[in-house]
């Protein structure tokens, strides 16, 4: 059940990148950041951050440049400290 919430929060959060990314192309209206960093804190750090890393998108700002891989990093500790719960 994990591992389906961390792969559609992921997808999620990769797909409303690359919408974000298209609409500041377009001059259109964008999604909040708010919604983009709390995307990447309900589990989706790595769809935000391969985005990120493919669509050239939110580098510059240091919230995201920093704040999503310091999010994953926290994510993937806390996955590996649940599955040794679990042994």
Same mark, same amino acid.
């Given at each position: 059940?994990?591992? /389906?919430?961390?792969?559609?929060?992921?997808?999620?959060?990769?797909?409303?990148?690359?919408?974000? /990314?298209? /609409?500041?192309?377009?001059?259109?209206?964008?999604?909040?950041?708010?919604?983009?960093?709390?995307?990447?804190?309900?589990?989706?750090?790595?769809?935000?951050?391969?985005?990120?890393?493919?669509?050239?998108?939110?580098?510059? /700002?240091?919230?995201?440049?920093?704040?999503?891989?310091?999010?994953?990093?926290?994510?993937?500790?806390?996955?590996?400290?649940?599955?040794?719960?679990?042994?």
């Amino acid at each position: 059940m994990l591992l /389906k919430y961390l792969l559609v929060v992921n997808v999620l959060a990769f797909v409303v990148y690359g919408v974000d /990314k298209w /609409k500041a192309r377009r001059g259109r209206w964008r999604v909040p950041e708010a919604t983009l960093l709390g995307l990447a804190a309900l589990g989706g750090s790595a769809g935000a951050w391969l985005a990120m890393l493919l669509f050239r998108h939110k580098t510059q /700002k240091k919230r995201f440049r920093y704040g999503i891989p310091a999010l994953f990093v926290l994510q993937v500790a806390a996955f590996i400290i649940f599955l040794n719960m679990l042994l």
